[in-house]
């Protein structure tokens, strides 16, 4: 079946320095979400990429759809304290399963 | 006002008991789910329904049931607690059941099985 692989599954980092989380879908997918779950928190929704090659930005936060739709990344520049908590994406797959299928998650601990 | 809620937000019970957990949404969505996160952080879903239908139903054992009285709220009962139920339990809600809209979840219930 459809799967979504995430990796690093966990990233310590220097405040400031730059952080990556990729996704890669074993199938095409329709669209990718990315959330965010802050220590104790809840999953929040970030964004969502759709179209092929799509590059979207949140201030630091830059996300990335692949070409093929099969691979998105979440990139964080100068990463702060704030940016601490795991971060998922999750993708939706083409055609009739469009069911959302969840990656593992990246947990991103950030040293001041 | 809180688009997704839970109750309770803590639960501790021993093995063997039956207990409730209940979800409501005030968002208008149609579709709502249950997921299981374990200590890894690893998000299961569990459960779907969309529009009080059983769209969902992940391979989940049988004592954990869930119900749906109305497309604004889902509740999920579990029988026979075990250790392993131990977990904190997420209710979500979206517009629709594909995966195109966004999904918002409530603040979990942490349930602890002693």
């Known amino acids: 079946g459809q799967q979504v692989m995430q990796i690093p599954q966990y990233q310590h980092v220097q405040e400031g320095e730059d952080f990556t989380t990729y996704c890669n879908s074993s199938t095409t997918l329709s669209n990718i979400q990315w959330y965010k779950q802050r220590p104790g928190g809840h999953p929040v929704f970030l964004i969502q990429l759709v179209k092929s090659g799509e590059v979207k930005k949140q201030k630091r936060l830059t996300f990335q759809f692949g070409e093929a739709k099969k691979n998105s990344s979440l990139h964080i520049t100068a990463t702060q304290t704030t940016d601490v908590g795991t971060y998922f994406c999750?993708?939706?797959?083409?055609?009739?399963?469009?069911?959302?299928?969840w990656g593992l998650g990246t947990s991103l601990a950030v040293n001041p | 006002d809180t688009a997704v809620s839970q109750t309770p937000k803590y639960l501790v019970t021993q093995m063997g008991n039956d207990k409730s957990i209940k979800c409501e949404q005030n968002?208008?969505?149609?579709?709502m789910y249950w997921y299981k996160q374990d200590s890894k952080k690893f998000l299961k879903i569990m459960f779907s329904?969309?529009?009080?239908?059983?769209?969902i139903n992940e391979t989940v054992p049988n004592r954990f049931s869930p119900k749906s009285p109305d497309k604004a709220h889902l509740n999920l009962h579990i029988n026979s607690l075990e250790l392993g139920d131990s977990a904190v339990y997420f209710c979500?809600?979206?517009?629709?059941?594909?995966?195109?809209?966004?999904?918002?979840f409530g603040p979990g219930t942490r349930l602890t099985v002693t």
């Open positions: 329904y969309n529009n009080k239908e059983l769209i």
């Open positions: 999750a993708g939706a797959g083409a055609g009739n399963n469009r069911k959302l299928i």
């Open positions: 968002l208008g969505h149609d579709t």
């Open positions: 979500a809600s979206s517009r629709t059941p594909f995966g195109f809209y966004e999904q918002y």
